[in-house]
């Protein structure tokens, strides 16, 4: 309701004017981006520090009262013994491997205990989890037109306009149309329908002047669904930078993603 308001007071300014000058279209320009699927890849000190402070939480944590949840010297409670004692050797540090005493006790027999089948008391074991590689067949084929490329990356969605350049989708405001409407329509024009897209607000996060038209950004993710443009590709913030105009990056760069 706003933007129509501003449009009708535009508008009404104009006709009022005594000066005449050139007419410039204001278009409605979509960023449309697919946010990460992955995180990305730690730095060797990244990860050198998540690793000690884990190895802190775990000689610190409070000590596991063993003697509450298994009997002394079941084969239970040696089953945990060994795997805490696995679970010290994973940290390595200063050329040592800090171990916390662990006594293994022996098995004790019980005649007046019930007899429980051994199956009952060794640990549940799930299903396995297969990690899947963090590149994926797009990403060997540099296929630009996929989305199961750079997982760990935003992409961005650019088509080529009809004067050869590359540039987010856009499209003329018409009538009383306010900019996020506009956006989402030339999108739909340009890349068909079949994307589900989710416009973050209703007001622009930056604009690009020419001397033909003035072109306001709206942001939005895609959420499912594939574009049908005759020319489009996805690409990261670098790629962006070295397909577009320089006075276009100039104008975006600042409001993308640095992942």
Not at 11 to 30: E, Y
Request: contains cysteine; charged residues 30%; hydrophobic residues 40%.
């Amino acid at each position: 309701m706003f933007g129509r308001s501003a449009l009708r007071l535009a508008c009404g300014a104009r006709q009022f004017s005594t000066t005449r000058t050139h007419s410039v279209a204001v278009r409605a320009s979509i960023i449309l981006q697919r946010d990460p699927i992955v995180t990305q890849q730690s730095a060797k000190f990244e990860a050198a520090a998540d690793q000690y402070f884990g190895w802190l939480d775990y000689m610190t944590a409070d000590k596991f009262p063993r003697e509450f949840f298994f009997k002394p010297g079941s084969s239970a409670e040696n089953r945990w013994a060994d795997q805490d004692q696995e679970r010290a050797l994973e940290w390595h540090f200063g050329g040592t491997r800090p171990k916390r005493p662990v006594t293994k006790k022996p098995i004790e027999e019980d005649p007046d205990a019930e007899e429980v089948e051994d199956d009952l008391m060794a640990p549940v074991v799930g299903k396995t989890v297969e990690v899947q590689p963090r590149e994926t067949q797009a990403d060997a084929s540099n296929d630009l037109l996929s989305l199961e490329r750079k997982l760990d990356r935003t992409l961005y969605l650019i088509v080529r306009d009809a004067k050869g350049r590359w540039a987010f989708p856009q499209s003329d405001v018409q009538d009383e149309e306010v900019l996020h409407e506009a956006a989402r329509r030339g999108l739909r024009d340009m890349c068909g329908s079949k994307m589900s897209v989710w416009t973050v607000g209703c007001g622009p996060i930056g604009h690009h002047v020419t001397n033909e038209h003035t072109a306001f950004f709206v942001k939005a993710h895609i959420l499912a669904g594939k574009a049908e443009a005759k020319e489009y590709k996805w690409v990261t913030r670098e790629e962006l930078g070295e397909a577009v105009p320089s006075d276009y990056w100039a104008s975006v760069k600042d409001i993308l993603s640095a992942v």
